[in-house]
């Protein structure tokens, strides 16, 4: 299906009964596992016409603020916004396994795709190429650093399924890891996350704003979002959802979320030889969006 074109509209048959009244939990939308099977997603019907959206993050890299905002965006926006990775999340299912939206869900007009955490290696997203979203970036050399005590002490895990396992099992090996061997062992799995998203950058309609450009001037990144995705805001309601977030931890807590928001923290955490290995390991990413 061509990315304006809308689903077919099955024809009617002559004395048929009026179709029945939508049910109130909405519509589902199925897509296709690795593994063969099918996972469901339920979402709202949209009554906007508009070309859907995107908006795309990077774990331990400003993705739950982005979803925020977007998620006070909402009551001003025509579209829906409709949050898929969380929805995944909190049926313990991977994502990442994705290899086929069954229903064209990302296709339909009038929703706001939301917040992709990285893009699933082994389906490809027709709808990136030309529609409008939204990319976060960060620092890897942060994003590491923010990964170990996340995933050692504080990111929540669903009640059941797979990402539940791969997240305990994940908090199980980081006790035993220092902080300097786990950021050399997952630099380059970081780096292929970080190609994939980097194929965006030659689409079109694409905004992208770095964490460390956003993260002491939330005010400027939310007119960014509602003037990029044609969102109507008060002046007043813009200044109203930037300080609603504007979070800055006086002191490092490594049991919170929001651990620190500081950018260049590799510097004081990580030793001089793992920051210049994972550098190296890492130079493609830091050239292509500016890091030194």
Known sequence: MDVDETPPVLQEVAAAPEPAARPARGLVARFRLSDGQVHPIRYPASPSRQVSAFAI???????TLLHRILEDLQPYSSRKFLPISRKFFASGIPFREVVEDMDSLFHQPGYVFA????LPPKFHINALETQKKILLVRDPRDML???????????????SGPVKTSLERTRKRLLNLTLDEYVRSAATPLKAKYFRLMTLLATRNLLLRRYEDIIFDKESFVRDIA?????????EDIAVIAGKHDIIPETENTSKHIRQVKPRNFESKLSPGTVEEISHTLRAVLCEFDYK
């Open 145 to 159: 650093v923010s990964a170990y005590y996340s995933f050692r002490e504080s990111h929540g895990i669903p009640n």
């Open 227 to 235: 003037d990029f995705f044609e969102i109507d805001l008060p002046f």
């Open 115 to 118: 917040t992709l955490r990285w």
């Open 57 to 63: 993050g990077v774990v331990k890299g400003g993705s």
